[in-house]
């Protein structure tokens, strides 16, 4: 063996890594170039119409550095932003726990009983199409100040966990259950033992996407009778105020917390899949 | 030719014992789908005694892995019984070890999780779990692979997780449903020189379905050929060759010769079936 060739094999697992950064490499600099574009196409956008509702990104971008420092209308949002964003995450939080403790074992359910199937799916199919935005009447008149919002997010939520545990269920291997029953394991351990476990990555997407839809119902939620701030009922009151370089800065920051969000959770669904 | 008759194998000695593990009686077996009833197995008899290796072979689709899955417990006979010891077989058990040939591990088990998973189902202590796992992970070749997932591994380590997790169970006898025919030649010889070597380790009764009429020669005490669907018994050739055996051998021609000519007939047989739908 040669001196150069003993150098190419120690070499060949960094030039394969090599190659695979520069790949993740040319995936970052396309994202940024992309976001780049977004923000001149807002730009040119916004100088053309030349209308206070249509703030530049430069001026939303200073609102939003503005807000974490101090509050940005003081008697009529007395809070300053992270305060908006913790508010916020903490309802989609509390929301989600709620959603996943309903939606998952319906879904097991449903998945494994074609009777209960047969005797949920029409009612569930009805309610489903319904926009959390279209119980606020109900949910103010029912329930008390919190619970209401929690009820809004919640719906949101449920769904794509509830439909995706459903589908995961019925997607098992029959092979993995055959394998668990020659292996001494009873209806219950199949139960939890493998249609769970097995089902687990798709409830983490239907989790995902839930969260999504979440953050989608947050202002309509945020607009009953909030106490302690949130995104939703800050965009709300700013647009309220004819303050708009200030909304548009908490629906950025709301894209941007629930973009983090997102990543947090897939990057979760692939540690749990390790 | 003196091979065939004289040579004295263990497993012609150990097929004339009194106890049968596994015993099929007058077994049928239908399905009925779309108000269509197909029948998979007719009038099927078989005695399999201890330590014996019997393979099944069949053409596809023949019937031969609804027997086995009768023998998991996996599905019931429609007429007749299946016994384990005597004993009437009523579901699947832990004293029957299956192996798939889709392996069906757990993917989201490590290989000593997936091979604990029987132990853990019957509540054996950690301690003990861990030891047996251990025992098996070295008797299958799979040290240093302890902590990888099924994904991570090749068909063949992936089949070996597989067999160390029905053995972990210690079964009384192990059924196997065509388990090398997913992997490539190479490693499905070598897998059948390990199941040997197991076996004979463990001692453990294996049914062994298969297509191949060469895998069977090479494997089994006795072989059990099967007719073409319904399933029956067409013929029972015993296998009186010593082990290692030798492929390129005369002895070995001349009973893959006799197998393969009864398989055959049989596999026209089914596909003149197949051509004249109704006619059984």
Known sequence: MSANSIAQALLRPFTRRARRLRREWDKVLLAVLGLLVFFLLWHEAAVLADEPALPTPGKVLEALRDSFDEPPAGFYDPWTMQEHVYQSLKKIASSALVAIALAVPLGLLLGFSPRAEAFLAVPLELVRPIPPIAWLAFAIAILTTGMDVLFIISLGIFFPVFLNTLDGVKKVDRMLIDAAETLGARRTQVFYKVIFPATMPQTMTGVRVGVGVGWMTIVAAEMLGVRDGGLGWMIWTHGQLDDYDTMFAGMLMLGITSFLIARGLIALERWLQR | MSGVDVAVSKGGARSTAATPVIEARG???????????????????????????????????????????????LERPTTGEVLIRGRPIDGPGADRGMIFQSFALFPWRSVRRNIEFGLEVRRVPKEERHRISDRHIDLVGLRGFEHAHPRELSGGMQQRVGLARALAN???????????????????????????????????????????????????????????????????????????????????????????????????????????????
Do not use: Y
């Not at chain 2, 998979?40 to 892995?65: H, N, P, Y």
């Open chain 2, 27 to 73: 077994v049928s077996k239908s399905f009925e789908r779309d108000d269509r009833i197909t029948e998979a197995v007719r009038d099927f008899a078989l005695s399999i005694t201890e330590g014996e290796l019997v393979c099944l072979v069949g053409s596809s689709g023949c019937g031969k892995t609804t027997l086995l899955r009768m023998m998991a417990g």
């Open chain 2, 170 to 280: 210690d079964p009384a006898v192990l059924l196997m449903d065509e388990p090398f025919g997913s992997l490539d030649a190479q490693t499905r010889n070598l897998m059948q020189l390990e199941l040997l070597r197991i076996w004979q380790g463990t001692r453990k009764t294996v049914v062994f379905v298969t297509h191949s009429v060469d895998e069977s020669v090479f494997l089994a005490d006795r072989i059990v050929v099967l007719t073409a669907r319904p399933a029956s018994v067409k013929s029972v050739v015993e296998v009186a060759l010593p082990r290692p055996r030798d492929r390129a051998s005369p002895e070995f021609a001349a009973i893959r010769h006799r197998v393969l000519q009864d398989l055959t007939e049989e596999v026209l047989k089914g596909m003149a079936q197949q051509d004249r739908p109704g006619v059984a």
